[in-house]
């Protein structure tokens, strides 16, 4: 999970293919994205805070406009699942 540089959304990814951005000050769901394969959890924020990149068991690493919840790109080239090091 990662929170956006402002502090106001936090996001979340899980095994179930999706990644949910939250209103911190409200607990609701703002978007659910949804991936065609799970992911392992791992969320990144961009500094502006307007680009989600997760990690994706399909050895693909995926950045997501948060405004929209659309995909901007499909990062490929691994050889094994992209995990998280941080």
Do not use: I, K, Q
Not at 30 to 48: E, Y
Not at 50 to 56: G, H, S, W
């Amino acid at each position: 999970m990662a929170f956006s540089p402002d502090g106001r959304t936090l996001a979340t990814g899980g095994a179930d293919a999706t990644e949910r951005l939250w209103d911190v000050a409200t607990g609701t769901t703002r978007t659910t994205l949804t991936a065609p394969t799970g992911t392992d959890g791992s969320v990144a924020f961009s500094p502006d805070g307007r680009t989600l990149a997760t990690a994706c068991v399909d050895h693909a690493v995926r950045l997501w406009d948060v405004t929209t919840g659309n995909t901007r790109s499909t990062l490929t080239g691994h050889t094994g699942d992209v995990m998280s090091v941080a």
